[in-house]
């Protein structure tokens, strides 16, 4: 079982930047692929970023290529997203995910355990 918290959430301004973390626990985090999805109101959850357990693959939804990055410290075991450059249609709930493998994956059914969410909201 691993426990997923996320933090760094808030209110914004477009052209922005927010940094998120997501602390986990639990069972060893470095043995596993992370991933930040988001879900916007009326909208279904959808894929934001993803990273192997070193780092060494990293995947990007084509919305946030350029201006979001993801990466982690497994000595801390915690995940980030920076996030650059925010848009109103950024605004979303943030979930952090882990999946029992190594290998990162852009598929929310991929990942089985998930954090609470943090809020962004990004003004116009």
């Known amino acids: 079982q691993v426990q997923l918290v996320e933090s760094g959430g808030g209110l914004v301004q477009a052209g922005d930047s927010l940094r998120l973390s997501c602390a986990a626990s639990g069972r060893t985090f470095s043995n596993y692929a992370m991933g930040w999805f988001r879900q916007a109101p009326g909208k279904e959850r959808e894929f934001v970023a993803a990273i192997s357990w070193r780092g060494g693959s990293i995947y990007y939804a084509d919305s946030v290529k350029g201006r979001f990055t993801i990466s982690r410290d497994n000595a801390k075991n915690t995940v980030y997203l920076q996030m650059n450059s925010l848009k109103p249609e950024d605004t979303a709930v943030y979930y952090c995910?882990?999946?029992?493998?190594?290998?990162?994956?852009?598929?929310?059914?991929?990942?089985?355990?998930w954090g609470q969410g943090t809020q962004v909201t990004v003004s116009s």
């Open positions: 995910a882990a999946r029992g493998s190594t290998a990162a994956a852009t598929s929310g059914p991929a990942y089985a355990y």
